[in-house]
């Protein structure tokens, strides 16, 4: 089935510059697959019988990396709803824990809030394999680090000072506290806290390539402004073409 979700602004690769973007725009998706990306009128008048999902004023783009998967996934803990003790990750609330149920649980609870706002990504290494079974079911792409290998489309030497400004591999947590070099400190659930679009996507929307997208409210002004997501506003989550985020 096809479907075509429409946005006033579409990103295809915010990392680079120079790369098109498309006013009133749509991606239109067939399976797990980009089958087209381009203006929204277009696209609607080649595929009248493509289901519409309507966005609005926002921001569609890749789906974004969270380089602190590690510390967010083996050593904080998500809160089971019935513990009634908040939802924000207990810091470290897993380290020295040896109940695998346990921590998977805290895993898939945790990845379920990333998809929250826009994760399609995720950074490791993850050691436990109640996590790394997480992370395979979820569909989140995992990343063996937080080198420029899992910054994705959003660079190279730029983008990895931007995530060591906030704290990867030199914050809170970080070496051993983290679990040794390369892994990343103590970080949000939310990448766009402290990193910008263009460095916190992961990889860039092609025809043909997988559908990982997030869509997103943008701040209320005009012009180019206009474009810019905002923190905490992810709207819709797809992963391989499926809707696995909608904010109600």
Same mark, same amino acid.
């Given at each position: 089935?096809?479907?075509?979700?429409?946005?006033?602004?579409?990103?295809?690769?915010?990392?680079?510059?120079?790369?098109?973007?498309?006013?009133?725009?749509?991606?239109?998706?067939?399976?797990?697959?980009?089958?087209?990306?381009?203006?929204?009128?277009?696209?609607?008048?080649?595929?009248?019988?493509?289901?519409?999902?309507? /966005? @609005?004023?926002?921001?569609?783009?890749?789906?974004?990396?969270?380089?602190?998967?590690? /510390?967010?996934?083996?050593?904080?803990?998500?809160?089971?709803?019935?513990?009634?003790?908040?939802?924000?990750?207990?810091?470290?609330?897993?380290?020295?824990?040896?109940?695998?149920?346990?921590?998977?649980?805290?895993?898939?609870?945790?990845?379920?809030?990333?998809?929250?706002?826009?994760?399609?990504?995720?950074?490791?290494?993850?050691?436990?394999?109640?996590?790394?079974?997480?992370?395979?079911?979820?569909?989140?792409?995992?990343?063996?680090?937080?080198?420029?290998?899992?910054?994705?489309?959003?660079?190279?030497?730029?983008?990895?000072?931007? /995530?060591?400004?906030?704290?990867?591999?030199?914050?809170?947590?970080?070496?051993?506290?983290?679990?040794?070099?390369?892994?990343? @400190?103590?970080g949000p659930l939310d990448p766009l806290a402290v990193l910008s679009l263009a460095e916190a996507v992961h990889g860039?929307?092609?025809?043909?390539?997988?559908?990982?997208?997030?869509?997103?409210?943008?701040?209320?002004?005009?012009?180019?402004?206009?474009?810019?997501?905002?923190?905490?506003?992810?709207?819709?989550?797809?992963?391989?073409?499926?809707?696995?985020?909608?904010?109600?």
């Open positions: 089935m096809l479907t075509l979700h429409r946005a006033a602004f579409v990103l295809p690769d915010p990392a680079d510059p120079t790369a098109p973007s498309h006013p009133d725009g749509a991606v239109l998706v067939r399976g797990e697959l980009v089958e087209a990306i381009g203006p929204y009128g277009g696209l609607a008048a080649a595929h009248p019988g493509a289901r519409v999902r309507e /966005w @609005g004023r926002a921001v569609l783009a890749p789906g974004l990396c969270n380089p602190y998967g590690h /510390w967010l996934l083996e050593r904080a803990y998500h809160p089971d709803p019935r513990e009634e003790i908040g939802v924000e990750p207990v810091a470290d609330g897993l380290v020295g824990s040896t109940d695998e149920t346990r921590c998977g649980a805290s895993a898939r609870r945790g990845l379920q809030r990333m998809l929250g706002f826009g994760v399609t990504a995720v950074a490791g290494p993850f050691r436990r394999a109640s996590v790394r079974t997480a992370v395979a079911r979820s569909g989140v792409v995992a990343l063996t680090g937080t080198s420029s290998g899992a910054v994705g489309a959003a660079g190279t030497a730029g983008a990895v000072g931007a /995530w060591g400004v906030a704290g990867v591999g030199g914050g809170a947590g970080a070496g051993g506290g983290a679990g040794g070099a390369g892994d990343s @400190g103590a860039r929307l092609t025809v043909g390539g997988r559908a990982d997208f997030a869509v997103f409210a943008v701040f209320a002004s005009a012009g180019e402004e206009g474009a810019r997501p905002a923190p905490g506003g992810c709207l819709a989550t797809v992963l391989g073409g499926r809707l696995v985020y909608r904010r109600r």
